[in-house]
């Protein structure tokens, strides 16, 4: 059915997108500018809430639950904080299944806010956060793998990344990053190695840059890009092309105060390179990638302030494929400043509909749900098969090979994980995700990125784990979950010191490798190297060298693990992965 079906889908996608795409839907909710809407289903029904912060037209901020109740949606009185110029964030950092609050911005308090589900109630957490001010921005992201969220936030010449401890607090991780102000911020595993990178951008002072954050195993190589920094805007990671790699969605100020906005795409080895996507230059707003039209590619969602006097626009661009983005003309959005957009499939129709929020012309902030009547349905991703796993070191590598979808390309789709200390309880990685039917509890990409892989950290050896895989396609809807795996840690390498005096690069690597033994030559050595399923792949004798060089080209994309025998029975392994 699914193949007859996508046979016609090309043929009248047009003819769809010729009638109104979205109408207004006069969902009451209060009217807001300065502001941040997240998607998110906070009472595990299915279906998804809205969190907003910002402030109205008489100035009051606000900070407020909308419960969706088939498609009427109500203030929860959840007791939260108001908070304006900031951002509000959905995120399960306790790993219980529900979905916290973490929210920054300009508040009558001077804090920053952390916010626990307890049954759909909401209760502050007690933190060390600094307070970041007006125009400050926040993103959750595992950066250093061991299973829980972590917080960079942003803004007030201000960056800090918090390191989640599990027990409620979180403590900063003394990362050394660039100070910014009216920046943002978003973490993808841009480069494929199984840890997330952050991409930053906004006023350094010294004018607007932007930095790549490459995450090497928990410590960061600064990048200074070479693409338009810009600040008082969005910027956004998302696979526009479907080739595996993710592309660069910026919008914002310049250092001539000029409105701008792009597309980049990921060429690999830190080489973005400008589309000229054909994007309204706004600031003062927002961008957001989304799949409107169920095609399987990434559309966006624009909205800000226009270069003239009083000049705004919102816009949906559709993406019509070899890096043409075409606006839509029959989107009848309300134009707007200080504005702001997101997508999220309300109703359960299967396409995403709009927020959208802001000033308009008549000077008054408003808050619009609009409904998306220009889509055709959208079917369900598979869910991935062959679930693997390999311990390294103080690593266990979960793995599983890619899946397919009826509109999203195989290398546009993203995975989401879980894993748990029993069956069916995900108290290690929760997947924001309903596990009876695969839900998406927050329309956003899957939490292993593009990576068919994930490396987790910090496992107790001698334990036994419980974990599943979901896909994810770019309308964030996600698959049912594969059939639950189990595995019980047996770390291959005690020998942690000598495991860091090996280094392999690239990794991942597409046509060779190298691997240096970084305290002397690899006298007599042998490497053996072995695919996902044990199976012997090369072995190479290393006499008297400190660096051999592996060719990989012609091998399946996946995850290898390298065995290295050496110095008088000493063993070490590590992992490579070839794309």
Not at 92 to 108: F, K, P, R, S, V
Request: charged residues 20%; hydrophobic residues 35%; proline residues 3%.
């Amino acid at each position: 059915m699914k193949n007859t079906i996508a046979l016609f889908l090309p043929l009248i996608f047009a003819s769809i997108l010729n009638a109104q795409v979205f109408t207004n839907i006069n969902a009451g909710l209060t009217g807001v500018s300065n502001s941040c809407f997240a998607w998110g289903d906070y009472d595990n029904d299915n279906d998804l809430d809205i969190l907003m912060c910002g402030q109205t037209t008489s100035g009051t901020p606000v900070a407020i639950i909308y419960n969706n109740d088939n498609g009427t949606f109500s203030d929860i009185n959840a007791g939260l904080i108001g908070v304006t110029k900031g951002a509000a964030v959905w995120g399960d950092y306790d790993n219980d299944g529900d979905l916290d609050i973490l929210i920054t911005g300009e508040n009558a308090e001077s804090k920053t806010f952390l916010y626990k589900n307890e049954n759909g109630s909401f209760i502050e957490v007690p933190n060390d956060f600094e307070y970041f001010g007006d125009y400050s921005f926040a993103v959750w992201g595992d950066y250093d793998n061991d299973g829980d969220l972590d917080i960079c936030i942003t803004g007030g010449w201000k960056t800090r990344i918090y390191t989640n401890n599990s027990d409620h607090s979180f403590t900063d991780s003394g990362i050394s990053l660039i100070d910014m102000s009216g920046s943002r911020a978003d973490w993808a595993d841009y480069d494929g190695d199984g840890d997330l990178d952050l991409l930053l951008t906004g006023d350094t002072g010294g004018g607007m840059k932007a930095y790549l954050y490459k995450n090497n195993e928990g410590t960061f190589e600064e990048i200074l890009l070479e693409i338009t920094g810009l600040n008082s805007g969005a910027v956004k990671w998302g696979d526009y092309d479907s080739d595996g790699d993710f592309d660069i969605l910026i919008m914002g100020f310049d250092d001539y105060i000029e409105q701008k906005a792009f597309v980049y795409r990921n060429d690999g080895d830190n080489v973005f390179t400008n589309i000229y996507a054909g994007l309204p230059p706004v600031a003062m707003g927002s961008a957001a990638w989304g799949d409107f039209d169920n095609d399987g590619d990434l559309d966006i969602a624009i909205t800000g302030k226009l270069a003239g006097c009083g000049s705004f626009t919102s816009a949906v661009y559709e993406n019509v494929g070899n890096d043409f983005f075409n606006q839509v003309n029959n989107a009848n959005l309300v134009a707007a400043e200080r504005s702001f957009v997101c997508w999220g499939d309300f109703d359960n129709d299967t396409d995403l509909d709009l927020i959208l929020s802001g000033i308009n012309s008549g000077g008054s902030s408003f808050s619009f749900l609009y409904k998306n009547d220009g889509s055709l349905p959208n079917f369900a991703p598979d869910s991935p098969d062959n679930l693997t796993f390999t311990t390294s070191g103080d690593e266990v590598i979960l793995s599983w090979d890619k899946a397919n979808d009826t509109q999203t390309p195989q290398d546009g789709l993203t995975y989401n994980i879980c894993l748990g200390t029993q069956s069916g309880v995900y108290d290690i990685i929760s997947p924001m995700s309903s596990m009876n039917g695969g839900y998406r509890k927050v329309p956003s990409f899957g939490n292993t990125s593009l990576n068919n892989m994930m490396k987790v950290k910090g496992l107790a050896e001698g334990n036994t784990y419980y974990w599943s895989v979901q896909t994810i396609d770019n309308t964030f809807e996600g698959s049912q979950f594969a059939p639950e795996q189990s595995f019980t840690v047996v770390y291959t390498d005690i020998n942690l010191a000598e495991k860091e005096k090996f280094s392999i690069f690239p990794n991942p690597a597409s046509d060779y490798f190298e691997i240096s033994y970084l305290s002397g030559g690899l006298e007599n050595a042998i490497v053996r190297i072995y695919d996902n399923t044990g199976n012997l792949q090369k072995e190479l004798p290393v006499p008297n060298k400190d660096k051999i060089t592996v060719d990989v080209r012609g091998w399946s994309s996946g995850i290898y693990l390298v065995v290295i025998n050496y110095d008088q029975r000493k063993v070490v392994t590590r992992t490579i992965i070839v794309k």
